[in-house]
């Protein structure tokens, strides 16, 4: 367990709506990054968060959008979702935003779109 | 130039063999290498990380090999075991990049799918 959580777990949704990832860092890490994993793509950083404040964009899409609390947990918002969308949603947490902090992932989310 | 080339795309070993897994590099503003592990439904975890200053590091069953001038680095896996099966993800990153936006981002190879046979 990393401690790093998020949820849902599991998410299935129908083409144009809108959904809401959450995730809690471990206790203490200042900095959250999504990632999404799907078959074609591998594995790709869409958007990282430290202390509240954006700090790096990946190639997310416009109709992607996400923010950190001031608790610190982040929320990844997708909207009009298509088809393409289904992947797997994960969060990482590090204590900073530098490249030599080790990001832990949480379990992450399923996200279908049928 | 942002890429991270991983091979092979799968691998079977026997119990006890050394699987190595190779990853390359073109962008030499990378200076933080980890290696993820990642079961079927699981997140990924974080194995072990190198920074370029280093040639090799191990730990426990795990090392790193770093080729700096090559831009190549390798995880061998020592006396594998079945529960080593898994999907194993070679990553990079920076500590910044142009305009200071890439502040550990994690760019990762396309992932290789390991099974050892007992």
């Known amino acids: 367990d990393s401690g790093v959580t998020q949820t849902p777990k599991h998410l299935i949704t129908a083409t144009g709506q809108r959904v809401t990832l959450r995730c809690s860092p471990r206790s203490g890490d200042l900095s959250v990054y999504w990632y999404q994993q799907s078959l074609d793509q591998g594995l790709q950083f869409l958007i990282q968060y430290y202390n509240g404040e954006e700090r790096a964009k990946g190639n997310i899409l416009e109709r992607f959008s996400a923010q950190q609390f001031p608790d610190l947990h982040s929320e990844l918002n997708l909207s009009s979702l298509e088809l393409g969308d289904s992947a797997l949603y994960f969060c990482a947490s590090s204590p900073g935003a530098g490249a030599f902090y080790e990001q832990y992932f949480g379990p992450g989310t399923r996200l279908t779109v049928t | 130039q942002q890429q991270v080339k991983q091979s092979p795309q799968s691998l079977i070993v026997q119990k006890g063999g050394i699987p190595i897994i190779n990853c390359a590099y073109e962008n030499t503003a990378f200076d933080y290498f980890p290696w993820y592990q990642q079961f079927p439904g699981k997140g990924p975890a974080l194995l072990i990380a190198?920074?370029?200053?280093?040639s090799e590091k191990k730990e426990g069953r795990f090392t790193i090999s770093f080729n700096k001038s090559a831009k190549q680095f390798s995880l061998h896996i020592m006396d594998s075991q079945p529960g080593d099966s898994a999907t194993y993800f070679c990553?990079?990153?920076?500590?910044?990049?142009?305009?200071?936006?890439?502040?550990?981002?994690?760019?990762f190879g396309q992932g290789t799918i390991l099974t050892v046979h007992p």
């Open positions: 190198i920074r370029p200053d280093v």
């Open positions: 990553a990079a990153s920076m500590v910044s990049g142009a305009g200071g936006t890439s502040y550990g981002k994690l760019t």
